[in-house]
């Protein structure tokens, strides 16, 4: 990317944003973990971690067109909208089927259907639209609107939480249902307020020639947050739901260090998008992935230091996970930098490709920590493990994509 002006003043823009959020998304953190039981908490984060690769499949994955129109032709947008409109309610009973298929085959007997459901629903009808709003502002370059729009939702999150701790009744069920209406008002107001004025218009015609990119995007994204949020679920399935907590407590601090980053991520897509291709050779290649290492870990160690000096300063429950911060030291950079590679594909429109990496990390990942915490999970020694089942998948992905990426050159 060139350093000029208008891309650095972008990107300071949708940085400030990931900023506020941070900071908003930290309060809301620290409430509910402080909040619920650990075990609550790891019911909690497995089950909405369930409903974000759920919501994946709403519209088939036509949000990946719908972006790509805003960002290369928007007078276009009022149709493609349309069509994400019908083939989203057309996705509903499948949403509906395959959440009913998780909560048998991975939460009965450890959370009632209802609250399961809840949490489900605020992330396909609630987070999910809030997230195509903050895309198509994003793919416009209207970065502001998409910053104060996730900033606004996160907030109502804060709010949400707030009044669920004073309100006294802290179980799971309540909780649910107070997320559920913190995210459905936050996509009232992004349909409201942050949305394009467009006129929508059905064109059949349009459809199907992108239904390709849609469903093999959507593939993508289902296995990239599968095989993100992979390792919640089997922590759930080998070790329990206390330990599924402090796990998820961990993995939430380290996706926070992820906002940096997520920030130039964007910025490149929409750069590779608009230039066709990825300029600079190796070495800058290298110098990249080093940043987005240092500036990963340097993020984990700020929050290892302030816990060092005030152990309780982000609550009791994050106290307890904070033993698992240093053991993983090196987890945020091999995580991020995935993430980085699984976005320089999506750029080059090498969805099919994206689409066999992702199942190749899923399966790997599945297989190495169901190694680790069979062998090493009593032991207490399986959060030091986790620097080389990530890193192994790093390795996977970077001879992946850069053998790809150099043949496309």
Known sequence: MSPDRASIAAYLTILSGSAGRLVISLVYFLIVA??????EFGIFATASATGVILSRLL?????SPVYRVATVKPRLLGAYLAGFAGLGLASLPLIL????????????????????????LAEVLGWRLVELVAIINNGMRRFREAALLVIIGSALRTLAALLFYVQGQTTLTVWAFAYLGATLLSALLAFLVFMPKVRLAFVPALYPRRMADAISAGAADILFYLQAELDKLLMLAFAG??????YAIAMRVIDLTAMPVRSFNQMLVQKIMQDRGLRGGAGRQVLVELSIAAVSIAGLVAIILLLALFP???GNNVALASYLFLPMLLVPAFRNLVEYQAELLYA????????LLLCGIAALKAALISWVMTQHGADGSWPLWLNGVFGALYLLSTAFTYRLLGKAR
């Open 34 to 39: 402080n909040t619920l039981t650990l075990g």
């Open 59 to 63: 519209a088939f994955g036509f949000v």
């Open 97 to 120: 089927l395959a959440g009913w298929a998780a909560h048998a085959l991975l939460f009965a007997g450890k959370v009632a259907l209802l609250p399961f459901a809840l949490i489900i």
């Open 241 to 246: 739901d206390r330990v599924a907590g402090l």
């Open 312 to 314: 309780r300063a982000l």
């Open 348 to 355: 080059r429109e090498r969805t099919g490709s994206r689409v």
